[in-house]
């Protein structure tokens, strides 16, 4: 049987290509004993940016806050991580929602600790100040006639309220499903919705079955 090409002429590439299989396996075999291989269960578990569970449920509006942590116009911002991303919700002067990068723009200080007022979220760093879409629209440490703010952004998602919850939508703009989903409970006014928050230590798949037992189902962008 024919080497590969350079097989015999490298050592390093012959360890390289002996401790290959060939083709790769595409799912690793499990160990005795086990439901999932270690691959299956991070392609099942892991949500962060560029995972396929990560890409899947960035399709679909995900509840990020409780309403009423976000009770008024220039309230304190809440921090949440949501699918690995750490984020923060704000409801700027007009009652704009904002969830956005937990990060600023400049030396990555943490948005939590920003001042919200006169229509945006100020980092209390150095004062660069961002809006409900992420833009930057406030420098004070640059000359006033700068436009170095108009280069700058953080990310910042759509967001939307409804059924006593703040839903953002993390996926590509193209995909965005124009409504949020119809429940039951977000059709119902507020006053017949009892809405709460708990920590949960387990997977999205371990708690998304568990909230379709409860009824919960998925809508898709269609
Ligand atoms: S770190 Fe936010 S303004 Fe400098």
Redesign the pocket.
């Known amino acids: 049987m024919l080497a590969p090409y350079g097989h015999e002429a490298h050592p390093a590439g012959a360890r390289a290509m002996d401790s290959l299989s060939y083709p790769p396996p595409l799912i690793e075999r499990k160990q005795e004993g086990e439901m999932l291989s270690e691959h299956e269960n991070k392609l099942l578990c892991e949500v962060g940016p560029g995972t396929p569970m990560g890409e899947l449920l960035r399709r679909f509006w995900m509840p990020v806050l409780l309403s009423e942590e976000l009770p008024e116009p220039d309230c304190d911002p809440v921090a949440v991580r949501i699918l690995g991303e750490d984020l923060v919700g704000f409801r700027d002067s007009e009652g704009r929602l904002g969830v956005t990068s937990a990060y600023?723009g400049?030396?990555?200080?943490h948005l939590f600790w920003g001042r919200n007022e006169e229509s945006g979220l100020r980092?209390t760093?150095?004062?660069?100040k961002y809006d409900t879409e992420g833009r930057c629209v406030d420098m004070p440490n640059e000359p006033a006639d700068s436009a170095f703010k108009e280069k700058i952004s953080i990310k910042a998602y759509p967001a939307r309220e409804g059924g006593g919850c703040i839903w953002a939508y993390m996926g590509p703009p193209e995909l965005m499903p124009p409504e949020l989903p119809k429940y039951e409970w977000t059709l119902v006014p507020d006053s017949h919705i009892l809405m709460t928050k708990r920590l949960q230590l387990s997977n999205w798949a371990h708690a998304g079955v568990r909230l379709q037992a409860a009824g919960w189902s998925t809508q898709t962008a269609g």
């Open positions: 600023c400049h030396r990555h200080a980092c760093y150095h004062g660069w």
